[in-house]
């Protein structure tokens, strides 16, 4: 189908998606290389494995935390500009980024005083020594919590003005920066090495995004100003996507606790989730930062025949594209793995275990794209609490299934059981949309018809 014979809403979806595909792919590419060297560098060993197991901490509390209350932002701000103008929706971002990077902070000495206790449990599995390398590594990568949050707050009110581009590129700092010490004839560098170097390239970023913000007119952030202005509703409905990213970052730390009773099972894991997260990455977020802003403004404007047809639309896309896409990876996943990571330390039977595990996790690509679609069009129709409902079945599903999976396959189950939760996800979520906008479409009256692009 030629490019002209989409709707202009489709056309304007693809662009601005190609355009932050595009950019992203550096950031991917540099992150794709940072997981390359390393597994030359240190192969799937106890380093790898205590920094893995330091890491998802501040990335599941930047997940509960900066990124809930980021996605429940833009809308927030969209509608907040459509109803009372550029000014009043720029005192709320200003407002709502002070909060938000407060509280980062909070979060960020909450690890530091958790982290020990946080660390034996999900890291259930590891020796004692193994467990002081992890904290070791946690107290340098705690601070991301903060720096990363600031960076998802800020890149949020960024997209939400259109500009989508230059943020993407951001993320490149921090595996550029690890890339090099471990390229270059540095001695002595170890896992505690790239933890330091991460933590100054998220500092880094973090500083970057708010300049940004600001350059394209967003004010400083501040915790000052009018109150009300939006703040409670924002924050009410964070209180339901928070709740969500509870359960959802609960999966892989959920997969981390049964990986850690395998011999280097976290880093097998994580190896095997490496290609599938870098695609999903190009795929999945370009599409997700793109089509939020798109359709709060399409809800705002209560136009819900569009988003009605735009579900359609996408969902049959998304199936078009990616299921073939899927079955070859599947197939070439042996060479993929031996390609990218059999150098150095990685051995032949390393590659062999991650194979098994990429094949499991490549089954969720078409599910999980779908559900990037359909839970940021829930967010933008202000169904959070229906969203948080569904991660916790989400949750039961990946708990039950996992537990299964792991005693029957080893770590391959773990990740066979992460796609089983994004299947059920996908279907969940197609229900929910389909009565929703289905009641809506019928409900808007003739004076206010749908607009048609």
């Known amino acids: 189908m030629r490019f002209s014979k989409f709707s202009p809403d489709t056309r304007r979806v693809i662009r601005n998606g190609i355009a932050v595909g595009g950019v992203s792919i550096l950031p991917r590419v540099a992150q794709a290389v940072q997981s390359i060297v390393i597994a030359a560098r240190f192969g799937a060993g106890d380093q790898v494995d205590a920094y893995l197991a330091a890491l998802i901490l501040p990335q599941t509390l930047l997940i509960i935390g900066a990124q809930s209350f980021a996605t429940a932002l833009v809308p927030a701000y969209l509608q907040r500009r459509t109803t009372d103008g550029e000014a009043a929706a720029t005192e709320l971002a200003a407002r709502a980024f002070g909060f938000g990077i407060a509280g980062m902070a909070i979060a960020t000495l909450g690890l530091w005083i958790l982290g020990q206790p946080l660390i034996s449990l999900t890291a259930h599995g590891f020796a004692d020594a193994k467990r002081d390398t992890t904290w070791v ?12 949050g600031a960076v998802a707050i800020g890149t949020a009110l960024i997209n939400a003005r259109d500009r989508f581009a230059w943020a993407a590129l951001v993320p490149t700092v921090t595996p550029m920066l690890v890339i090099a010490i471990l390229v270059l004839p540095f001695a002595g560098i170890d896992m505690r090495a790239v933890s330091i170097v991460t933590f100054v390239g998220a500092l880094i970023e973090g500083a970057i995004v708010v300049l940004m913000a600001r350059h394209i007119g967003l004010p400083w952030p501040r915790m000052t100003g009018k109150k ?30 049964f990986a850690s ?17 870098a695609l999903l990455a190009l795929a999945a977020l370009p599409l997700a930062t793109v089509v939020l802003p798109y359709f709060s403004a399409q809800t705002a404007q209560k136009d819900f025949v569009r988003l009605q047809r735009n579900l359609r639309h996408w969902g049959l896309v998304i199936v078009a594209v990616t299921v073939p896409a899927t079955i070859v990876l599947i197939a070439a996943s042996h060479p993929i793995v031996r390609i990218l990571f059999e150098h150095g330390q ?10 098994d595990v990429q094949r499991a996790y490549l089954i969720q690509i078409p599910a ?16 959070a609490r229906q969203v948080f409902w569904v991660t916790i079945v989400n949750f039961v599903v990946n708990v039950g299934f996992g537990y299964i999976l792991f005693q029957a396959m080893g770590v391959p189950g773990i990740a066979l059981a992460t796609s089983l939760m994004f299947i059920v996800q996908a279907i969940l979520f197609l229900r929910i949309l389909a009565v929703h906008l289905g009641e809506k479409a019928i409900s808007v009256p003739d004076s206010e018809p749908a607009r048609h692009g």
């Open 346 to 355: 990685f051995t032949a039977q390393d590659t062999d275990a991650v194979v």
């Open 137 to 148: 590594y946690l107290l340098w990568l705690a601070p991301l919590v903060f720096c990363q």
């Open 228 to 257: 009300g202005g939006g703040l409670g509703r924002l924050f009410g409905q964070n209180l339901f996507l928070a709740g969500s990213f509870i359960f959802n970052s609960g999966n892989p730390i959920i997969g981390q606790f």
């Open 261 to 277: 009773h395998a011999p280097s099972g976290i880093a097998i894991m994580n190896y095997g989730s490496k290609v599938v997260v």
């Open 368 to 383: 999980y794209i779908f559900g990037t679609l359909g839970g940021r069009m829930m967010v933008a129709l202000g169904l």
